[in-house]
């Protein structure tokens, strides 16, 4: 038997009055998904257990199949693992945002403008995340360049405590209520006003800006934790696997879990993203005898945090595609199971995470329940009645059931 897992990220959302009362996944054209929806089982999932923030990494950790409630300890050690950075026991790292702050007054009058800085390039981002460790890097202070808008800060001996915020859900809004709190919230606050004196006047800035683009001018930190220790994928289900994503978190769960790391050329996080070098890639891997495939698709979520109604459709339909290519591809295999889910909703309403229930379908090959108008969106789901209140089990149930 072969597995594969098709992750819509955010793809969940709430009715919205633009969309003729729909949500962007009931008003997406999603043939596959409803196929599968027609053919084989949908419920919902609550992958976000109560009192955990509704961010990705632990809405990822409970559709792995790893409850957040044993194995959580922060999202940015999970990047950190992907992106080959080693942690200390007493290392504490950070996610380390480029973000476009608006110009005026003190630094705590200024707005959120854009959390990813208008999706700045990755050779950009790099040349000022090295600036930014050349000027305010210290022995027990370390900055590390990832991938766009998407970095680390590494700080020895530093707390695990502070109150931090993650700037997609305070976009447009006047940060002063939202900067660094409590232990250690003075040194990171320092770190970041000096970041922007630095960054502002960078050249990479001034050419953007010359460009029509929003400058990436702060940094901004949220996300700590330490390293975790997740028991591997192979110990909890007996099987062999990989992941596929552009994002480093997603990728340090898979490597902290024991699954390969499979790398896809252009790939983006948008919707302009290498999907197909993504189908590819995930057929090529259980080809090769791989029997899980944990394939991830940014671009739902990254245009929910932007507001962006129709590019959020684009991605869903986007998803729809890829889930049509690899049902295609999956004829080679005499069986296998396919699941089509979210990590989280993430409402255009509200531009960033929530932590209800996400709905999920699953199909096994040769299946055919005969489902009278099957749809796969979150109203069907809901009304299946099947629910996995403890989300992390839902995993035990596509692999065993």
């Given at each position: 038997m072969?597995?594969?897992?098709?992750?819509g990220?955010g793809?969940?959302d709430?009715?919205?009055?633009?969309?003729?009362?729909k949500?962007?996944?009931q008003?997406?054209?999603?043939?596959?998904?409803?196929?599968?929806?027609?053919?084989g089982?949908?419920?919902?999932?609550?992958?976000?257990?109560?009192?955990?923030?509704p961010?990705?990494?632990?809405?990822?950790?409970?559709?792995?199949?790893?409850?957040?409630?044993e194995?959580?300890?922060g999202?940015?050690?999970?990047?950190?693992?992907?992106?080959?950075?080693?942690?200390?026991?007493?290392?504490?790292?950070?996610?380390?945002?480029?973000?476009?702050?608006?110009?005026?007054?003190?630094?705590?009058?200024?707005?959120?403008?854009?959390?990813?800085a208008?999706?700045?390039?990755?050779p950009?981002?790099?040349?000022?995340?090295?600036?930014i460790?050349?000027?305010?890097?210290?022995?027990?202070?370390?900055?590390?360049a990832?991938?766009?808008?998407?970095?680390l800060?590494?700080?020895?001996?530093?707390?695990?405590?502070?109150?931090?915020?993650?700037?997609?859900?305070?976009?447009?809004?006047?940060i002063?209520e939202?900067?660094?709190?409590?232990?250690?919230?003075?040194?990171?606050?320092k770190?970041?006003?000096?970041?922007y004196?630095?960054?502002?006047?960078?050249?990479?800035?001034?050419k953007?800006?010359?460009?029509?683009?929003?400058?990436a001018?702060?940094?901004?930190?949220?996300?700590?934790?330490?390293?975790?220790?997740l028991?591997?994928?192979?110990?909890?289900?007996?099987?062999?696997?990989?992941?596929?994503?552009?994002?480093?978190l997603?990728?340090?769960?898979?490597i902290?879990?024991?699954?390969?790391?499979?790398?896809?050329?252009?790939?983006?996080?948008?919707?302009e993203?290498?999907?197909?070098g993504?189908?590819a890639?995930?057929?090529?891997?259980?080809?090769?005898?791989?029997?899980?495939?944990?394939?991830?698709?940014e671009?739902?979520?990254?245009?929910?945090?932007?507001?962006?109604?129709?590019?959020?459709?684009?991605?869903?339909e986007?998803?729809d595609?890829?889930?049509?290519?690899?049902l295609?591809?999956?004829?080679?295999?005499?069986?296998?199971?396919?699941?089509?889910l979210?990590?989280?909703p993430?409402?255009?309403?509200?531009?960033?995470?929530?932590?209800?229930?996400?709905?999920?379908?699953?199909?096994?090959?040769?299946?055919?329940?005969?489902?009278?108008?099957?749809?796969?969106?979150?109203?069907?789901?809901?009304?299946?009645?099947?629910?996995?209140?403890?989300?992390?089990?839902?995993?035990?149930?596509?692999?065993?059931?």
């Amino acid at each position: 038997m072969k597995y594969l897992i098709l992750l819509g990220d955010g793809m969940a959302d709430d009715q919205l009055k633009e969309l003729n009362n729909k949500t962007p996944l009931q008003s997406a054209r999603t043939p596959h998904m409803d196929l599968l929806a027609a053919k084989g089982v949908i419920g919902t999932a609550s992958t976000v257990p109560a009192g955990y923030p509704p961010g990705s990494d632990v809405a990822n950790l409970s559709v792995m199949g790893y409850d957040p409630a044993e194995y959580y300890t922060g999202r940015s050690p999970l990047e950190a693992v992907s992106m080959g950075v080693e942690l200390d026991p007493a290392d504490v790292a950070f996610r380390c945002n480029l973000v476009t702050l608006s110009e005026e007054g003190m630094y705590e009058e200024k707005r959120m403008v854009d959390y990813s800085a208008d999706e700045v390039t990755t050779p950009e981002s790099g040349e000022l995340i090295r600036q930014i460790d050349k000027t305010l890097g210290a022995a027990d202070i370390k900055f590390h360049a990832g991938f766009r808008f998407r970095h680390l800060m590494v700080w020895k001996g530093g707390p695990e405590s502070v109150k931090l915020t993650p700037p997609h859900d305070i976009s447009g809004r006047v940060i002063a209520e939202y900067l660094p709190q409590d232990e250690g919230g003075a040194t990171l606050l320092k770190l970041m006003k000096e970041s922007y004196n630095i960054l502002s006047g960078h050249a990479v800035n001034i050419k953007r800006i010359d460009q029509g683009l929003k400058p990436a001018n702060s940094v901004w930190f949220w996300g700590q934790g330490k390293k975790p220790a997740l028991t591997s994928f192979h110990e909890k289900y007996g099987l062999r696997g990989s992941v596929i994503s552009a994002v480093d978190l997603i990728k340090g769960i898979g490597i902290c879990a024991g699954l390969e790391i499979v790398k896809v050329e252009n790939v983006t996080g948008t919707v302009e993203t290498n999907f197909r070098g993504k189908v590819a890639a995930a057929l090529d891997e259980l080809a090769k005898g791989q029997d899980f495939v944990y394939l991830h698709v940014e671009a739902p979520d990254a245009a929910s945090h932007r507001g962006e109604a129709a590019t959020k459709i684009k991605a869903i339909e986007m998803v729809d595609e890829m889930l049509g290519l690899l049902l295609e591809g999956l004829q080679q295999f005499d069986d296998y199971k396919v699941m089509v889910l979210p990590d989280h909703p993430t409402p255009l309403s509200i531009m960033t995470h929530t932590d209800k229930p996400v709905p999920f379908v699953i199909y096994t090959s040769g299946q055919d329940n005969k489902n009278i108008n099957g749809v796969y969106d979150e109203e069907a789901a809901e009304k299946s009645g099947l629910a996995f209140p403890e989300g992390h089990k839902l995993m035990d149930y596509f692999i065993s059931s």
